[in-house]
């Protein structure tokens, strides 16, 4: 029992130490658009996909606040997981926090929530960028591993995997929008930088 409250205690201030960073930034953004303009206006991808990405996302979610505030709402969708891999989760946790902290830093004003470049919109290749081409990606599944190893709930973990497949697909949609922005400039950039991990052998960007 008193591991199973640890266990919701340290999810509640993963979840927080990750979408708190992320709003004030996702808020930055916003207020970097043109006057008048909304984040969904000029928008380049399927909104049947947005749809399903915020359902599926938000919903991993609001159900991991809820599991760590009231677990027993979800009692009947948990499932038996050793104490060793939820322990694993919560290490992984703090990866999903700080990469999700460094990647919106990184990308300041280009950040955008939706696929569409702006004006103003810089190709970045610096700071964690230099090593992985969609680390805020990669910080959305190690978060979602973290809650649904956390909690234990397979509910929790299919709405992530569902999730983490959307964004998958996704991923094609947004390089060929770079690829039409900064052409071989982002190609260069492709063939030296692993998509969502490190390559075991690294290429010099030159």
Not at 145 to 157: D, K
Request: aromatic share 14%; net charge positive.
């Amino acid at each position: 029992m008193y591991s199973e409250t640890l266990f919701r205690m340290i999810l509640l201030v993963v979840m927080l130490g990750y979408i708190l960073p992320r709003a004030y930034y996702l808020r930055k953004a916003r207020r970097s658009n043109p006057r008048g303009e909304s984040y969904l206006q000029n928008v380049t991808e399927s909104k049947v996909r947005l749809a399903l990405l915020g359902i599926s996302g938000m919903g991993a979610d609001l159900l991991s606040v809820v599991w760590s505030i009231h677990p027993a709402w979800l009692g009947w969708s948990s499932m038996p997981l050793p104490n060793w891999l939820r322990w694993i989760g919560a290490a992984v946790g703090l990866v999903a926090v700080w990469l999700g902290y460094v990647s919106h830093r990184t990308l300041g004003a280009s950040y955008t929530p939706t696929l569409k470049t702006k004006e103003s919109h810089q190709f970045v290749a610096q700071g964690i960028y230099r090593w992985v081409r969609h680390p805020m990606y990669t910080s959305f599944f190690t978060l979602l591993a973290t809650c649904f190893l956390l909690s234990a709930n397979w509910l929790i973990g299919l709405l992530g995997l569902f999730y983490s497949l959307l964004i998958v697909e996704r991923v094609g949609h947004e390089e060929g929008m770079m690829l039409d922005a900064f052409g071989e400039e982002y190609r260069h950039y492709m063939r030296h930088i692993g998509r969502f991990f490190p390559r075991l052998v690294q290429r010099e960007m030159r």
